[in-house]
């Protein structure tokens, strides 16, 4: 802390929107740079030689960190980082965290209430009431699926698949999962495959991170393996699903109903989903309570001052463990 604020003498860019609490916070502890989005264009003279440091929800392409070569730190906000190209910030030395953990409850309380949602049709059935029907035409009618008698497989067995996990067990439900590799010290039935998983269950939770490694994964193929029974739920990526035959499939009786949470271009959903009377659609809500995105905040904020301060990061990325300040 040098200034008679005890600001550092670091300039920190935040482009676009974002959360009011970490904008706070950065004002006070560095110099804030704002712009309106993550563009190379519209990065001035004096932007590009004084920002060492970004914090952003998403969107930091490989242009963007090659606009500021004084760049050391991409704090992303949110657990899910596939939008910034932490490949390239790696090989330029420029360390990339995001905010795990302190989601990770809230997003796996948000799967729970979406699947018993999806599965019970309570948000068409507290419509009925609010509409008057119960009063008009008597008892809303009796929810074709339930939770009982269900076998639910994970696909992304992460810190919130597992927190999933335990929430479901309490249910008395059967787990099973698929990630790239076993997750060791697990109890719950691996499958290598997500073909074979979705065989297996008739309940699929989608918690997998997005990019090109799970681009479209749930698609017609997976959905038949589910079958007329099953249940889709996403929490992770809208870019796992291939939307299309995600509604023909709910069209055609292919599996029973889905949750979804995310989409692949937010927030523009099809037109098809919209109209599917056997899907329940929330809009991106699963970490927004105001406690949750204040730790998220804080935390994005904290990787920042950890950085400038004492040279390291709190919470990095894989891509870039190994980057080190100054190196």
């Known amino acids: 802390m040098t200034s008679a604020e005890g600001k550092l003498p670091v300039a920190i860019l935040v482009p676009g929107d974002f959360n009011e609490h970490a904008v ?48 050391e730190i991409i704090a992303s906000f949110g657990v899910g980082y596939d939008s910034v190209d932490a ?44 509409d008057g029907d119960w009063v008009k035409k008597g008892n809303y009618r009796l929810s074709r699926l339930t939770l009982r008698g269900r076998s639910v497989g994970i696909f992304g067995m992460g810190r919130i698949g597992r927190a999933v996990a335990r929430r479901l067990e309490a249910f008395g439900l ?44 749930i ?28 509604a023909a499939a709910l069209k055609s009786g292919t599996i029973a109903a ?8 937010e927030p523009n959903v099809p037109r098809t989903l919209l109209d599917a009377a056997n899907a329940s659609l929330l809009p991106h809500v699963g970490s927004a309570s105001e406690h949750t995105r204040r730790a998220m905040a804080d935390l994005c904020v904290d990787n920042l001052v950890a950085w400038f301060t004492e040279r390291r990061p709190l919470t990095p990325v894989p891509e870039t463990i190994n980057v080190k300040a100054g190196g």
């Open 258 to 265: 889905a949750g979804l949470d995310v989409f692949a271009d």
């Open 174 to 217: 059967p787990i099973a999962y698929h990630n790239r590799r076993k997750v060791e010290g697990l109890a719950y039935d691996y499958h290598a495959t997500l073909k074979g998983l979705a065989e297996a269950v008739d309940t699929l939770i989608c918690i997998a991170p997005g990019g090109a490694s799970t681009e479209k994964a």
């Open 24 to 71: 706070s916070r950065i004002d006070k502890a560095f110099k804030l740079v704002r712009i309106e989005r993550a563009d190379p264009g519209l990065v001035t003279e004096e932007t590009r030689t004084t920002v060492r440091g970004i914090a952003s929800y998403a969107g930091i392409n490989a242009a963007m960190i090659d606009a500021l070569p004084d760049l």
């Open 87 to 130: 490949n390239h910030a790696a090989k330029r030395g420029v360390m990339v965290t995001n905010t795990p953990d302190v989601l990770t409850e809230e997003v796996a309380d948000t799967a729970i209430g979406l699947l018993i949602n999806t599965v019970r049709e309570l948000y068409a059935a507290e419509k009925w009431l609010r």
């Open 219 to 246: 698609n017609a193929e997976i959905l038949s393996a589910l079958g007329s029974n099953g249940v889709f739920v996403n929490i992770g990526r809208g870019s796992a699903v291939d939307e299309a035959a995600l």
